[in-house]
C-alpha cells in the first residue's frame, strides 16, 4: 500500500488541479508498414489541450532505462503526439518506487519540432528493422532479456574468444589498448552479462540432476558448494547477542551499517508519517534534518553506454 499512495501522493504534487486525468490508457496507431500499440499508466493534459504529462510506473527491483533513452517512452510519445496534433509540449516520467530515493524518477521533455521528428524517426527506424528481419545484432541492452545462450548471435560473439593470430595481427597489439578497443570490450562484455549469468543458473539446474558434465570443448563441469553471505534472520536476537558477547558501545558500533532506505522506512512507520511530502513534515525530513548531518555522502561511478 505505501507504493500506491505514495503513487497517488506523485500525481497529487506534479499534476496541475485543473489538467484532465486519464489512467491506463490504451493507444494504437496503424503506419503504413506496421502497428504501433501502447498501455500508458497515466495522461495528464492541461486544459488547452497543447501539453501532456504522463507516467510510469515500474515497480520492480532491476532499474530500466532512463526516460531519455528508453524506447518505450519514445513510443508512447509518438502514439500520443499522433493521437493529439495539436500537442506543443509533451512530457514523459518513469516512477519506480523500489529504487533507492535519488533514482526513482527520470524525465522526458519534448516540444514542437522533436515531436513532429520522433514521429517520423521511430517509423524510418521501423522500417529499416522490418527490411532486415533476419539480421541479429547484439548489444548490452537487447541481449539482456532475450533468449540469452541459445541465440545463435550470441554464440557468434562467444567464438570471437576464438582467434588465429597472423603476424600482422602481432604487429599492430598494444599492451594499452586504445580508448575505442577498450569501450568495445566492456559493451561485449555486458552483452555477454546477462546471457552468462542465466546460463550459469541453468548448469546448476543440470548439476542438481548429474554429478558432472561434459562440454563440447572436451571439458568436464562440476561443483562444490562453499559458504555463501552471512545473513540474520532474527535481527533483535542477533542484535542482543552482540552485546552480550561485546558489551563495549563503541566496539558495537565498528561492527554496524546503517541502510537510509531502512532508516527513512521505519521513521514512517513508527510515527504514522508518510515517507515524502513536500508540505507536511516526512520521514525523509527527519531523516534530513537528523541523521544526515551525522552521514558522509560517497560517489559511485556508473558507466553511460547509449
Not at 50 to 58: A, E, F, P, T, V
Not at 171 to 193: H, N
Request: glycine content about 4%.
Amino acid at each position: 500500500m505505501w507504493m500506491v499512495d505514495l503513487c497517488v501522493r506523485q500525481v497529487r504534487e506534479t499534476i496541475p488541479e485543473d489538467w484532465a486525468l486519464m489512467v491506463e490508457v490504451e493507444f494504437s496507431h496503424d503506419f503504413e508498414r506496421w502497428r504501433l500499440t501502447g498501455h500508458a499508466d497515466l495522461v495528464a493534459q492541461s486544459p488547452d489541450g497543447k501539453r501532456l504529462k504522463s507516467k510510469d510506473w515500474k515497480l520492480g527491483y532491476v532499474p530500466v532505462d532512463d526516460a531519455e533513452e528508453n524506447e518505450q517512452v519514445l513510443s508512447y510519445l509518438v502514439l500520443e503526439k499522433l493521437d493529439w496534433p495539436d500537442t506543443e509540449e509533451a512530457q514523459f516520467e518513469i516512477f519506480q518506487p523500489r529504487l533507492p530515493f535519488d533514482s526513482r524518477s527520470t524525465k522526458v521533455t519534448l516540444t514542437g519540432p522533436q515531436l513532429e521528428a520522433c514521429v517520423a524517426d521511430l517509423d524510418r527506424r521501423m522500417g529499416i528493422a522490418l527490411d532486415n528481419q533476419m539480421e541479429l545484432n547484439t548489444g548490452w541492452k537487447q541481449c539482456k532479456w532475450c533468449v540469452g545462450v541459445a541465440c545463435p548471435a550470441i554464440r557468434a560473439l562467444q567464438h570471437k574468444m576464438k582467434f588465429t593470430l597472423t603476424p600482422a595481427i602481432l604487429s599492430q597489439l598494444k599492451q594499452v589498448p586504445d580508448d575505442g578497443s577498450l569501450a568495445d570490450f566492456v559493451i561485449d562484455g555486458r552483452t555477454l552479462d546477462k546471457p552468462l549469468k542465466d546460463a550459469t543458473e541453468m548448469l546448476h539446474d543440470r548439476l542438481d540432476v548429474v554429478p558432472s558434465i561434459q562440454a563440447n570443448c572436451g571439458l568436464h563441469v562440476s561443483r562444490k558448494i562453499q559458504n555463501g553471505d552471512i545473513t540474520t534472520p532474527d535481527a533483535t536476537k542477533f542484535r542482543q547477542a552482540v552485546e552480550a558477547t561485546l558489551p563495549e558501545r563503541e566496539l558495537q558500533d565498528k561492527c554496524v551499517t546503517w541502510s537510509k532506505s531502512a532508516l527513512i522506512d521505519q521513521i514512517a512507520a513508527a510515527r504514522g508519517i508518510k515517507k515524502t511530502s513536500k508540505e507536511d513534515v516526512s520521514a525523509t525530513s527527519i531523516y534530513d534534518a537528523h541523521l544526515k548531518p551525522l552521514t558522509e555522502q560517497g560517489t559511485k561511478r556508473v558507466l553511460v553506454i547509449q
